[in-house]
């Protein structure tokens, strides 16, 4: 009776221990809800648990999610892609005890960011899937997989991810829950906890334009030929430090082009980010086009494309001659025109009445009075002249005083005619005038130049490509060159054309420079391909080096600024046909007049 009784309680006590141990695998207890909900409450983040082929039982499922509900936490036993902008939100839970974990695991293009795992694995009993097969997984870089071993009570969290697709998966503490949840991590931010991708290899592609003998200066930052490919160069070294940031190894190649897309297929550097030849690129302007194939983090080298010019003198836009006086001295000089003849106009009729005709140069009439006014305003002289003293002091006084107007007038003509115009400061300005407008001969202007559409910019590229011969197309140094002699508008990247104008300009050629934008595009931006694993790593990267002044410090080292103009003294320059444009036209019209009066006058004595 003893043995039986013996063997039956021996046989409760098994089937008991065995309900616990199936309670405790299945993770349906209170002991798993709270550690979900914690954790959950620990992220500190918008949450939406996803429980794809949870084997729990209907009414557990319920109940479980019931809980989630009351403590505040969307949850669904079911995943469907909808709109990617909730997917940081999404934390997918799996449970290994249960058959189909395995297809749970391998959603694809789901095990990395933004999307976040947290999977259980029950140690003291069989799971169905092998635990081992995780470091099998593709966990990269950005990936926040979460492992949670349970033991009893008590449960331990592990971070899983690769440095690199081809390396070791490396896991690192994140904390354990018994009735409490412990976070270990020394920081909550990913970039402090993967900043060190432990060797893997990073490729950059560099658009190389100017000059192939950037290829060699390059990689070795020497900081030579700084006028051929600037924007590439100062690129490579703030990325090659954010390289240095990461532990990653620098590798490097070339493209002579941004990328632009036709035929539906890419070219140049969008291309290499495109096929996975690199991980990055040289900062370019973002559009929407690239925008499918890259990711733009953050700016590095800052750089403009813009039209290059100097004020066309100001002769050639105005007529310098009306430009010396203000309005009130132009009347002033009228007035004083009008009363130096009625003053000499008296004094040589009381003169006639006096001496007679026959005993003085003058006969009274207003036109000689006109006449000699003329002359006293130009400073010529006259063959005719008073013969009685209160004459010759009116017209020494006449004299006089019209000299120092005559010399006010031409000292501002001659300051004049050295003097830039401010005539032309935007695009429509540049558009309509007579400079002769061009562009850098390389492969961005004709591309940018002809995807524009708006009627301005139309005008533009026509006046650029023209349609007899290559159009306006010229190199760096015919460019600045042509700059230099005026009247001429480059189009191109403003540290290469600045840089040659240091060194080849005078100091007095440097006051009129001028610069119109063109594209009117945002700063340029460091792309990154679409999938990689590394964009907030290189990203955050990107962000330090900026905050710690570093780019900064390369862009002074290396930039050029726009040239200051420390001599504002002209100098000399030849008068020319079109300086001269205005006099010519009043000297037409004055012929003109004249034959017409000599005509009449011909007419009128016949007659």
Sequence with gaps: ??????????????????????????????VTVNFIKSYIANENKPTFLICNNLCWRKNEKIAFFKELSDAGIRSSSVFTERS???DHAL???VDLSCPLADVALNISGHLRSPYRWLVLHHKIN???????????????ADSEFVLAIRNGDKI????????????PTHSSPRGYYNHVLVDTRTNREMFRRRKDIMGHTLTMANVIQDSNSSIYHLPRENRLELYHDPIAKRSWMNVHIAFQMLNATPRYIFSHRWG??????????????NTGRADLGTNCVASSDRLSVVVFTDSISKFKVKFIFRQPPLSYVSNIFTLPFSFNVWIATILTFIISCVTIFFATKLETLSMGKTQTQLDGSIGDAMLLTMCALSQQGCSKEPKKLSGRIMLFVIFTALMALYAAYSANIVVLLQAPSNSIKTLEQLAHSKMTIAALDVDYNHFVLKAQKDDLRRLIYKRIKSEKGKGHFYNLNEGVERVRQGLFAFHSLMESVYRRIEETFLETEKCDLMEVDFMNALDPFVPIYKHS??????RVAFKRIHESGIQMALQKRI??????????????????LPNLRPVLIFMLYGITASVLILAIEILIHKI
Aim: hydrophobic share 40%.
């Design 84 to 86: 990617s902008l909730q």
């Design 156 to 167: 331990t969290l592990s971070e899983l991810h690769k440095p690199s697709s081809n390396g």
């Design 559 to 576: 930039d050029v600024p726009k040239p200051r103009c420390t001599e504002k003294m002209s100098a000399f320059s030849s008068v020319g």
């Design 126 to 140: 069989h799971n169905n899937y092998d635990v081992k097969n995780l470091w099998n997984l593709p966990l990269l």
């Design 1 to 30: 009776m003893g043995r039986q009784v013996f063997n039956i309680l021996k046989m409760f006590k098994v089937i008991l221990l065995s309900f616990s141990l199936y309670y405790l695998v299945l993770a349906k207890d209170e």
């Design 91 to 93: 934390l997918f839970f």
């Design 533 to 538: 694993p590394y964009i907030e790593l290189l």
């Design 260 to 273: 632009y897309k036709r035929n539906g297929q890419w070219s140049g550097m969008i291309n290499d980010l």
